[in-house]
């Protein structure tokens, strides 16, 4: 029997929270793949750059030019 309840992270929040489209948008992701990483990495916008900083994913040059202000 599959168990199929929703794990509640219980690390605390790092960086501001990205919402599931900013996410999605940033790195150029399907909606899907962003759901998943999403629910598995919450919404910490620090953990969700440095996972996907490893996965050697970077973000569009939109999202880079809107935090520095252009």
Do not use: C, W
């Not at 509640?8 to 999605?24: A, H, M, N, S, V």
């Amino acid at each position: 029997m599959i168990d199929t309840k929703q794990i509640e992270r219980q690390r605390p929040l790092r960086g501001r929270p990205y919402t599931i489209d900013e996410f999605r948008l940033k790195y150029r992701l399907d909606a899907g793949t962003a759901e998943d990483l999403f629910a598995r990495f919450g919404p910490s916008s620090v953990e969700l750059d440095l996972l996907m900083a490893a996965k050697r994913r970077t973000p569009s040059i939109h999202s880079i030019t809107q935090d520095i202000g252009l």
